[in-house]
């Protein structure tokens, strides 16, 4: 038999289907019967259509193989074993210690997955920033193929996904989606009402096949319409069976999420453990990656001490970032429609070519720059940060991606003004903190905005990097480094009585608290925590062995920031104090500083705090 | 003139754009531009189509009017003052202290704003939850107007609500699109083509009507279209001009969110500051809002110490949840399409009628129970902890509306085991502790759960319990009280060395680690933190004092969770050393009990840091 045998074809879906029951059962629970639904349709893919060599994962010529619809995991690794990747032996440690193959796939130890997947609605996102780096950046004729859930089809940001795909032209895009009409805990909306779907995607500018999902012909047939489709992605909705070829299970409510039963007569019913071996054709390796040119000796921003023009850290992240283009052609650049805002416009001039306009839709932002570094590209992703909180989940997924991003959130805390609550970011430094293996920074001045945004190009993981809508005063001068970890003491002496910690708006504060303390004798160190995580644990512990007292002061809620940040680097301190300043009530009204006054993250708060803890009545 | 005359609606279009103008000049800063598009849309509705009583906010029979372009608040305040809500005077203090009038609209002190928008794309969301309101819980025939840019239709949060609007056949909502072209910093994908937005309107099975956002006549054919439709939501996709009328910025770029440069010629060109009082329709107000029956007696789950079987605390949210409802006929629930994992389906059963399907889309999820408190429900709202996080914008902005809902997030930590970090909530108690006035619980033992369940009913804001995928033993007698802000001390004696906080599961393992330890004489005092926010202060620092020493473990990330909370509370405190345990890599696949350990929050990890803390050598 060959691959274009429809007999094969059939033998190979019932393989993946007897494969995905038999490492589900080893594994004591995995999702068999999604799995069933689209064994016939990952069949047709592997043996006809993809273009794959899996013996190089890293070639940038592969097609990519996407499960949106991550808890498909027996099917994955089904495949992966009818392919060759790996042998029957390791599929039977499915979901067991010290396992690659997990409940649901992880890039962690297998090459052949390109992101993590199990939260619902992001495969395809990803998918969709994999396929601009396709067209756009790489310039390579790779396809994307991306298998979806019909409950997933509910996720607002498979719309994104829609929407931006098609709105790119990406051709080089195929979503697959496995209408086995049935969810978690019963039918989806839609059932098997495919013109749902296809209705949906055509409105979105999608062409739309829909497909008997069980029918090897038509599957071959509907595949290879959407490789000759042009101009336009092609979504392939097809009805399937969840649980297709087990009467005890196909097509039954309450069968989500379960091992089979009777596995032996399950096996039976579908004709026996096979070991079909598939050739998978290899991508024709003609052409290499496209590289962008560098400018050669780019000028990098610097703002000297004596500049009386203040600069935000915004405009610095953008100059910044505009630079850094020029230096390295793999950085790309994504906006969610605020570039004006955020200042990635300044990369946009520079670059036109690698900036992605992806509107306001920041789950397929932060969807679309995972994309990217599954292909090697090193993203910038910027919008407001209190707009950074829509894709929290695709943040969070993309640590377990253990993707390479880098973020920018502009507009953070109270010290924006008159915009209001609903644009101030007062948890995102929380937030950020506790994504898996983070990094996140919060700089006070362009100079270390500007050193800041280099550390991060070369950076693994998710760094965040906090900006500040108003302007700053330069006070590091241009060659003044900064690393990933560290912290400045701006001010000290040999007797100083408390420590001020702040970052960003608040060092201000802190300095000027620093001089009205001066005045009334009390010595106040200041040190600038521009590195949240990691910390500079051995500066704030000599701080506080030397001072034994330290207000931490945050344009951000008490909760999981900047001082939670100091409070975890001091825990096992004996003899020291602190006191957090930090955001409490809701902001309402006003002016920056009319606000920073109001939440009392100002000098005068400062100052009075630290003249507390430092024994010191307050001036008469 | 009367409201019916065309010219008098002209007139008040240029009086709510003249208005606009005045208010963001006033201001200094503001959305005018947003504004004027929009001003002869809601001229005709506050006109002829509204029906509201501007005296009586809370009558449950007005109108509800949302605008989900938030950043259109001149022309929202314009309205107020145009239907006599507020003089021209208080107009005239937008944006600055003190003032209600805020940049973007919040319900703190404006009777007549159901939530706070600024964050695009939860107006809709938010507005499907007061029509599935008035649909199913009030049973009133109220119609819900939201107001949208074209801008925000990229979201996938409007998306969700085009599907969930149309699955619920909800027509008494609708859509208003002011498709005036241009988003923040140029033009929107689809700029002036309407048959974009209605194709995917249409296909989401709406009505749509496409009109000419500035013929007042058109505009009125079409609301009156949207009363009359029926089985389906109305969308009225409306072409318009940004900053229509006055020439220096109509149909421009870059003048979003700018204040016009000349304000006087602008009013000129408007046809000067006009005073027209509009005389809004008041509703019909037969019949009052429905109220659920309770059964009674209804039977309060109980678990007794003597129990052999161990119980989740994810089926004690569903089995209390149930008998609340049964108590009150004001509780409602919704749950994310995993209803038999979160066990919200204990309440399904229980109060059907009361019961919403929201399928895998957490920010309509989150969306409608905000809409559905503002109309004095109170929603009880449900996912996997690790999928809320996909509505982490929601929720946040659920805080500036000073919102009232209880969420649930079940499946939290690496003790979920096998089905790996995709599902594993890691980062949510730092996630929620960070929102303005949030309360966040971990209970341990279903008679806890239960109890403050009962709780959370009756508490402001936004309140979060997390729950556990694995079953626990009883502990707690089933009359035991648990107060929001208070915690137990499990195990305690005269001589304590060493204090260990846990919570949830790791409570279980702290008092394992309590058991051996003992075995090496050293005592543990054992406090159960299950309010991690509000914190109890007083017996944290209590044990603090008594035994100087504290070992805080949680199956959450380091940052910003239970650990973080202890710290804080003794921020201030001198002699304490505080060891932090939490999970510090990426789980990779194992069974809970492997994971537990492996992440070194097990028994054993606990009692080693508690013995170094103690100054104990390990036993031999």
């Avoid at 993590?116 to 396709?134: D, F, H, K, Y």
């Avoid at 590091?476 to 910690?501: H, N, P, W």
């Avoid at 009390?522 to 644990?537: G, H, M, Q, T």
Wanted: charged share 25%.
């Amino acid at each position: 038999m060959t691959n274009n045998d429809p007999d094969f074809l059939r033998e190979l879906g019932q393989q993946l289907r007897v494969d995905s029951i038999r490492s589900s059962d080893a594994g004591g629970s995995g999702h068999a019967t999604s799995s069933m639904s689209a064994a016939d349709l990952l069949a047709v893919l592997i043996a006809k259509h993809l273009r794959y060599d899996f013996d190089s994962p890293d070639d940038p010529h592969n097609d990519h193989l996407i499960f949106s619809k991550g808890h498909a995991s027996p099917l994955i690794y089904s495949v992966f074993k009818a392919v060759g990747a790996i042998d029957d032996d390791e599929l039977l440690t499915y979901r067991q210690q010290g396992s690659r193959l997990e409940g649901h796939p992880t890039p962690a130890d297998l090459p052949w997955v390109d992101v993590a997947t199990g939260s619902l609605g992001q495969g395809l996102p990803i998918g969709v920033g994999v396929a601009l780096a396709g067209k756009r950046l790489d310039q390579l004729p790779f396809r994307v193929w991306v298998v979806c859930g019909d409950s997933e089809m509910a996720e607002g940001s498979m719309s994104e996904a829609f929407e931006h795909a098609a709105f790119a032209g990406l051709d080089n895009l195929t979503a697959i989606i496995d209408v086995n009409r049935l969810g978690q805990r019963g039918e989806t909306m839609h059932g098997w009402d495919l013109a749902s779907f296809s209705d949906r995607a055509r409105a979105f500018g999608w062409h739309a096949i829909e497909v008997d999902g069980h029918d090897v012909e038509a599957i071959d047939a509907a595949f290879a319409e959407a490789t000759e489709t042009t101009g336009k992605p092609t979504v392939i909705v097809a009805q399937t069976k969840k649980g297709k070829g087990v009467k005890a299970v196909e097509d039954q409510d309450d069968k989500h999420g379960k091992p089979i039963e009777d596995v032996e007569e399950a096996l039976e019913e579908l004709g026996g453990v096979r070991d079909l071996t598939v050739e998978v054709s290899k991508p024709d390796t003609d052409g290499e990656p496209h590289r962008f040119e560098t400018s050669g000796e780019p000028e990098w921003p610097r703002w000297e001490l004596t500049d009386e023009e203040e600069v935000a850290t915004r405009k610095a992240y953008g100059m910044a970032l505009a630079a850094l283009g020029g230096e390295r052609s793999d950085v790309v650049a994504l906006d969610g429609e605020v570039s004006n805002s955020t200042h990635a416009e300044e990369f946009t001039k520079a670059h036109p070519d690698r900036f992605f306009e992806m509107y306001i839709a920041e789950c397929q932002l932060i969807g679309a720059a995972v994309g990217m570094q599954v292909r090697g590209w090193t993203p910038f992703a910027s919008s407001f940060a209190a707009f950074l909180s829509r894709a929290y989940d695709f943040v969070r997924m993309a640590a377990v991606s253990q993707a390479k991003i880098a973020l920018c959130g502009s507009h953070a805390g109270v010290s924006i003004g008159e915009d209001g609550p609903s644009q101030m970011a007062l948890e995102d430094l929380a937030a950020f903190r506790a994504i898996t293996s983070s990094t996140v920074l919060y700089p006070c001045d362009p100079n270390q905005t500007a050193a800041l945004v280099r550390e991060m190009a070369d950076h693994d993981g998710i760094s965040f990097l906090r900006t500040s809508r108003g302007k700053s005063p330069v006070i590091y001068e241009a060659d003044e480094e900064f690393e990933i970890g560290g912290s400045k003491v701006v001010r000290s002496s040999d007797d100083d009585q408390v420590t001020l910690v702040g970052a960003g708006v608040t060092l201000f504060e802190a300095l000027k608290a620093a001089d009205a303390l001066a005045e009334d004798g009390v010595n106040a160190r200041v040190i600038d925590l521009y590195s949240i995580k990691p910390v500079d644990e051995e500066t704030l512990r000599e701080a506080a062995s030397e001072t034994g007292a330290i207000v931490t002061v945050e344009d951000h809620r008490p909760e999981g920031g900047l001082g939670d940040a100091v409070l975890g680097a001091l825990a096992d301190v004996e003899n020291v104090r602190v006191r957090k300043l930090a955001v409490e009530s809701l902001p309402g009204a006003g002016s920056p500083e009319q606000l920073l006054h109001e939440s009392g993250i100002d000098a005068e708060a400062i100052a009075g705090a630290a003249r507390e803890l430092a024994g010191q009545p307050a001036p008469a």
